[in-house]
């Protein structure tokens, strides 16, 4: 239960959800897959799991925890799993095609239009959407439930499910995206206000989709279906901020993802970066990081393919800007010198009031998916609390 109470929006550490499946979880889900155990054993298998990760969470200092989103497949099944409407292949959870290759230090583009999950795929829908299970509010209770310190959830953003809704197959039930984004927009209002009626007080939005919008590959599927990539970056704010307005008292944050995906090395073993967006902050910044209205905006910097720090002088007055530095798709650790330099390079653009350190994304994205092992993510954590400490006296 919890009992260590802290100001959610002046965080100087920060994280983005899912962490280091252990094998034990993993095993659990690959064999529910195949049918060899039942609902129940895998449900046992994930309480353990989250048990023993919130343990550690604690145990090394942590202020916020999360149960590592070890109940998905997938960290998009927020939604995904929690509606009913979208048109899924049976026993998707079999079914491999749509999953990213290995690529090393390449852009890798897994099979969108694959027979595969909602969202994680792109899918059109055979009724409208409706919410059938409220799977963030299930994941919080049970966590809020072990938990000393304040619980964080995560839930997909409207941006990536409209990305991957196929309107264009769907136009029998809704007419338009705008119809489709209502329904999206209202379903997340209603799990968020359940969430908070639960106690929750920090929820973390996921938004992979808004890279699309710098990213010249993405830019130019959104034109051949015949849509306005402006029009759809505006309704994207707009949606983004319909699902937060009027909740007081809750931290909201939103975090810009370039594509999480890791490769493993033939030769070495070792794992190491992949990644599916490519281009600068630059040419959305004023619009984005101006318009979005959440009290957080997680951003990775942890390569050059983000760019410089130039575009945070468009952050809001008052909205933390927490620099994902810290890399999730290689085992080396990052020096805290090296962070601190990095940390004064974006305080020349955004005050260092203004900051906060985080990994670049989350440390799995998915059960089953390639991760670095769980001493390296623990080093990682601790390395960034030593950081905060240096730079900002606190954590």
Same mark, same amino acid.
């Given at each position: ?71 998905? !497949?997938?960290? =998009?099944?927020?939604?995904? +799993? ?9 026993? %998707? &959870? /079999? @079914? ?10 390449? !852009?890798?583009? =897994?099979?969108?239009?694959? +027979? ?9 829908? %055979? &009724? /409208? @959407? ?10 919080? !209770? ?254």
């Amino acid at each position: 239960m919890l009992k260590n109470r802290i100001d959610l929006t002046r965080l100087r550490v920060d994280q983005n959800g899912s962490l280091v499946a252990p094998q034990s979880l993993r095993e659990a889900f690959e064999r529910h897959a195949r049918g060899e155990i039942e609902d129940v054993a895998l449900r046992a298998a994930q309480d353990e799991a989250i048990r023993d990760v919130v343990r550690k969470q604690e145990a090394i200092g942590w202020p916020i925890v999360t149960d590592g989103e070890f109940r998905r !497949r997938n960290f =998009q099944e927020s939604f995904s +799993a929690a509606v009913s409407g979208f048109d899924v292949p049976a026993h %998707v &959870e /079999r @079914l491999a095609d749509w999953r990213e290759p290995n690529r090393p230090l390449h !852009r890798t583009e =897994q099979n969108f239009d694959a +027979a595969g999950p909602a969202i994680t795929t792109r899918r059109g829908v %055979v &009724e /409208r @959407l409706s919410l059938q299970r409220n799977v963030v509010l299930d994941e919080y !209770r049970f966590t809020a439930a072990l938990a000393q310190n304040p619980v964080k959830v995560s839930l997909i953003g409207p941006d990536r499910i409209s990305q991957r809704f196929a309107w264009e197959r769907s136009q029998a039930i809704y007419k338009g995206m705008e119809e489709f984004i209502a329904d999206v927009v209202a379903i997340e209002r209603q799990m968020i206000s359940e969430l908070i009626a639960a106690g929750c007080r920090y929820i973390h939005i996921d938004a992979p989709g808004f890279t699309a919008y710098v990213d010249q590959l993405s830019l130019d599927r959104m034109r051949s279906r015949g849509e306005d990539p402006d029009k759809n970056l505006d309704r994207a704010i707009k949606a983004e901020n319909a699902v937060i307005d009027g909740f007081d008292d809750v931290t909201f944050g939103l975090h810009v993802c370039r594509g999480n995906p890791r490769g493993v090395d033939p030769a070495s073993g070792k794992v190491l970066p992949q990644w599916h967006r490519e281009g600068h902050y630059d040419a959305i910044a004023e619009r984005l990081f101006s318009g979005l209205k959440h009290q957080r905006l997680l951003l990775e910097y942890d390569s050059e393919r983000a760019g410089s720090f130039d575009p945070l002088r468009f952050i809001r007055k008052g909205t933390i800007a927490v620099l994902g530095l810290v890399t999730t798709k290689s085992a080396t650790l990052e020096s805290v010198d090296e962070l601190k330099r990095r940390i004064d390079d974006a305080a020349r653009c955004l005050p260092v009031d203004q900051l906060a350190l985080s990994p670049q994304c989350g440390f799995s994205s998915g059960v089953g998916a390639v991760q670095i092992g769980e001493e390296e993510q623990w080093r990682k954590f601790e390395r960034i609390m030593e950081t905060a400490r240096a730079v900002w006296g606190t954590i």
